[in-house]
């Protein structure tokens, strides 16, 4: 294991400049997520409307991935990240300012073009700062690992922020502050992440549209592929059994367990160093027992924990397995991501990324708003059972589709 940290320490610059601002990136989501679904509930929006909000938004970010991630070729995947955290900002600053639900719909609308921008291009620059098979798969999971480290971070101050939810002003406070954040990680990325060697300027492009016919007609061409329909089918159910829950982890603690919004955070940011250790070792244990052993595994280790939470227990114990939860969660969606992306040519790897996107969204668009309704009626145990069901189905899949083309 002391090799495999060394070698987190010798992964090039350009990785660990990216590194560095992803823990700003971090920060501002976890200020964001916290409050989001708070502050609608206190401005007097109804559970299943914030359901709708959240599924709304997601179906968004699936409709944009694909012609995203035409448009990082012609553009350059540092620019659409830069201008989707700005657009991320611009999207917290009106949930701030506004009360009406017109104006909710157009800042989630902002946010989730931002999302889209975001996470359309942050994997393929990263990957571009890499050297080798190995450096991409170490920084794959050790920008997960700085992103949840300071997600719990950002978490944590949010819970402490002021609030006037009984007067519904709401968490505007919170709102703000993840919007200054986002600007001043915006800029930083802007500034200090490399250029991205071999990009061919926007003008070139637009003069060579002989180019451009080729790469649709290259796009066209490879997406009836089997392999690539089947990993995105997959994407969609995990994505969808891990939204269940994943969308509403604040209210569902707060509620539960009725507590005050500073231990919601304590948790939600306690939560963070568990996924961040679960981030950080998800390389070495893919090395040391081998994906398929890994995958399985953790399969059926969040099959039981979700299965565990549906039950009434107490509530140091459902805190204790509500925080192995996250790292477990957050293990499979990497060592699944990681091991789909790896298995995949150079060439396929950005048609997978858009259509990952697109199917991951509609999956957690739909059990989103399955979970508004469902947290509506104020049952905030039901989720865990559901997770814990559909999580067998993605196992099912896995074994008797997915692992065979990965063989």
């Keep these: ?164 939810a009984t007067s519904g002003e709401g968490y505007r406070t919170a709102l703000l502050l993840a919007g200054l954040v986002f600007v001043i990680h915006g800029i930083v990325r802007g500034l200090i992440l490399p250029a991205e060697n071999g990009a061919t300027p926007p003008t070139e492009n637009r003069l060579d549209d002989s180019r451009n016919h080729e790469m649709m007609s290259g796009w066209k061409k490879k997406l009836p592929s089997s392999k690539l329909w089947l990993f995105a089918v997959f994407m969609a159910l995990l994505g969808g059994a891990l939204a269940i829950t994943g969308s509403f982890l604040n209210v569902i603690v707060k509620y539960r367990l009725d507590w005050m919004d500073d231990k919601v955070s304590l948790l939600l940011a306690i939560a963070g ?64 991501d990681s091991k789909l992306m790896s298995a995949l040519k150079e060439k396929e790897r950005n048609l997978f990324a858009g259509m990952r996107s697109v199917f991951r969204s509609v999956g957690s668009s739909i059990a989103a708003y399955l979970a508004g309704l469902i947290l509506a009626g104020a049952d905030y145990r039901m989720p865990f059972l559901i997770t814990a069901v559909v999580l067998g189905a993605g196992l099912l899949c896995y074994i008797k589709w997915i692992r065979p083309l990965l063989d």
């Design 1 to 164: 294991m002391s090799d495999y940290f060394r070698g987190l320490l010798r992964l090039p610059s350009g990785v660990r400049r990216f590194l560095m601002t992803e823990s700003l990136y971090g920060i501002g989501i976890g200020l964001y997520s916290l409050v989001l679904n708070l502050h609608l509930l206190s401005k007097g929006l109804k559970e299943d409307q914030v359901g709708a909000l959240v599924s709304v938004g997601i179906l968004i970010m699936g409709i944009l991935a694909i012609p995203v991630s035409l448009l990082a070729n012609r553009y350059g995947r540092k620019k659409l990240l830069v201008t989707g955290i700005l657009f991320i900002a611009a999207g917290n600053v009106l949930y701030a300012f506004t009360g009406e639900l017109a104006y909710f719909y157009l800042a989630q609308i902002l946010v989730s073009i931002g999302l889209t921008l975001v996470e359309t291009t942050e994997v393929q620059l990263l990957f571009h700062y890499c050297t080798s098979r190995r450096d991409e798969m170490r920084a794959f999971s050790l920008m997960f690992a700085v992103f949840t480290a300071f997600t719990g971070a950002g978490t944590l101050i949010a819970g402490y922020l002021p609030s006037e």
């Design 273 to 336: 160093v568990v996924l961040f250790v679960s981030s950080l070792l998800t390389p070495y244990i893919m090395e040391r027992f081998g994906p398929h052993t890994a995958i399985i595994s953790v399969f059926v280790m969040n099959m039981v924990i979700f299965l565990a939470l549906f039950w009434s227990m107490p509530v140091w114990l459902f805190t204790v397995l509500f925080l192995i939860r996250g790292g477990g969660v957050t293990m499979l969606s990497n060592l699944v």
